[in-house]
T-cell receptor, first 113, second 112 residues
Framework: NAGVTQTPKFQVLKTGQSMTLQCAQDMNHNSMYWYRQDPGMGLRLIYYSASEGTTDKGEVPNGYNVSRLNKREFSLRLESAAPSQTSVYFC????????????FGDGTRLSIL | GENVEQHPSTLSVQEGDSAVIKCTYSDSASNYFPWYKQELGKRPQLIIDIRSNVGEKKDQRIAVTLNKTAKHFSLHITETQPEDSAVYFCAADPPGGNQFYFGTGTSLTVIP
């Protein structure tokens, strides 16, 4: 039981390049989330998927897109990377959207040059 | 929307002393309050949570208290150990919202 698995763990991109961050969970959770974490700003929600087939914007969605591929997988895409998107990205999942603990992956450290 | 404020931003204690971190929230409908611990370079991990129908919850050296009237909840760590050193985040989950609202974190250092 691996929990939430994110790939890759580290990535360096040039401005304007595109990239997809992958996330998979094996806990049969319905809801999945993408956060970014920047120094002094805590965790900010980018997008979430309350259930398979649905996605919604969070607090900071600009510059990102997501795909809920199936119940297990939720990917985050940067179409044209910008230096402001340099951050640590965490994927999380929970059994349901409301009132349930979220379980986090190990994170992807992304640098945009 | 919900607004969660967390204090203090940094906290240093001597090993064996207690540590208290406080969070306030604005949405009185919020009914689920988790606490996460994040060690340097690691993932946030749930350490304890409380629901609005409970005033206090304990798990060994960790406890959380909730005051719904005042809209604040606190994390209490007793007999602190060096391995308790980490950043701690509180969160509130309002039923009418679409997300957890996290505090900005407290960096706890336990001095041996």
């Amino acid at each position: 039981n691996a929990g939430v698995t994110q790939t890759p763990k580290f990535q360096v991109l040039k401005t304007g390049q595109s990239m997809t961050l992958q996330c998979a969970q094996d806990m049969n959770h319905n809801s999945m989330y993408w956060y970014r974490q920047d120094p002094g700003m805590g965790l900010r929600l980018i997008y979430y998927s309350a259930s398979e087939g649905t996605t919604d914007k969070g607090e900071v969605p600009n510059g990102y897109n997501v795909s809920r591929l199936n119940k297990r997988e939720f990917s985050l895409r940067l179409e044209s990377a910008a230096p402001s998107q340099t951050s640590v990205y965490f994927c999380a999942s929970s059994e349901a959207r409301l009132g349930q603990p979220q379980h986090f992956g190990d994170g992807t450290r992304l640098s945009i040059l | 929307g919900e607004n969660v404020e967390q204090h203090p931003s940094t906290l240093s204690v001597q090993e064996g002393d207690s540590a208290v971190i406080k969070c306030t929230y604005s949405d009185s409908a919020s009914n689920y309050f988790p606490w996460y611990k994040q060690e340097l370079g690691k993932r946030p991990q749930l350490i304890i949570d409380i629901r609005s129908n409970v005033g206090e919850k304990k798990d060994q050296r960790i406890a959380v208290t909730l005051n719904k009237t005042a809209k604040h909840f606190s994390l209490h760590i007793t007999e602190t150990q060096p391995e308790d050193s980490a950043v701690y985040f509180c969160a509130a989950d309002p039923p009418g919202g679409n997300q957890f609202y996290f505090g900005t974190g407290t960096s706890l250092t336990v001095i041996p």
